[in-house]
């Protein structure tokens, strides 16, 4: 399975840190406490059935998403959204203010290989903030586009002076989304908790069948036979 990728999706950092400082609709909190302590608050710009009270998209099952009233005040996030070529379902900014964090815990089936990938745009950050997914620190820099396997357990901490704030894009995956992750220049796989291994990646590149993804297949099935083989490898 693929746990992280840092993706080559560029957006207006500045741009939208200047929006974000002139908004003044309200940020609804994180209703499960349990899962956090300190403040961690939500503005949903795309939701299921439009409503910016539903921040928390993994409840509602078969949603239709649509933009929220609040999607105007941020031309920014508009651009981007434009710029994906996959069906792009929930749009959220999740404030980590100082000295908050959020406990261990895992999005469950949230993953590419389940069909779903979320993508963390990173607009205000600070050197002090440490994202771990499982036991790797991920060094979020503004401007990045991560995607993060959700599924897998991950916590945050933010133990600097100053807030942190991602845009969050849940998206559905096709062969554009594939190709930009599984492509990616800094992607960390591995085996899963069941012993499956990257089959599944493997098989969906060749779906896709482009000389590329065909490629990379080829690659990655090389590193599993050699994993299999000699009981070593990158996964």
């Excluded at 609709?25 to 899962?35: L, R, V």
């Excluded at 993953?111 to 993508?119: D, I, Y």
């Excluded at 291994?197 to 065909?214: A, C, K, Y």
Aim: aromatic share 8%; net charge negative.
């Amino acid at each position: 399975m693929i746990c992280y990728a840092k993706l080559k999706l560029p957006f207006n950092t500045e741009k939208m840190q200047n929006e974000l400082s002139s908004f003044k609709h309200e940020w609804k909190a994180h209703f499960n406490t349990y899962y956090y302590e300190g403040s961690w608050t939500a503005v949903a710009l795309r939701s299921p059935g439009g409503q910016s009270k539903n921040i928390i998209p993994e409840l509602i099952a078969d949603a239709v998403y649509i933009d929220t009233e609040v999607m105007p005040s941020f031309p920014s996030v508009r651009a981007l959204v434009a710029t994906l070529k996959c069906p792009v379902k929930s749009v959220r900014f999740l404030n980590l203010q100082a000295g908050a964090i959020i406990k261990p815990h895992r999005d469950n089936e949230l993953a590419f290989e389940k069909g779903e990938a979320r993508l963390h745009f990173t607009v205000i950050t600070n050197p002090d903030v440490k994202f771990y997914i499982e036991d790797e620190r991920i060094p979020f820099k503004e401007g990045d586009c991560w995607y993060m396997n959700a599924n897998l357990l991950h916590r945050v901490s933010n133990e600097g002076s100053t807030d942190r704030v991602h845009l969050i894009i849940d998206c559905e995956v096709n062969n554009w989304l594939s190709e930009m992750i599984t492509l990616s220049d800094e992607l960390s796989s591995k085996k899963d908790d069941m012993g499956c291994d990257v089959s599944l990646v493997i098989s969906e590149l060749r779906m896709q069948n482009t000389e590329s993804t065909n490629r990379l297949a080829d690659e990655l099935e090389k590193q599993l036979n050699d994993t299999k083989t000699n009981g070593a490898g990158s996964f």
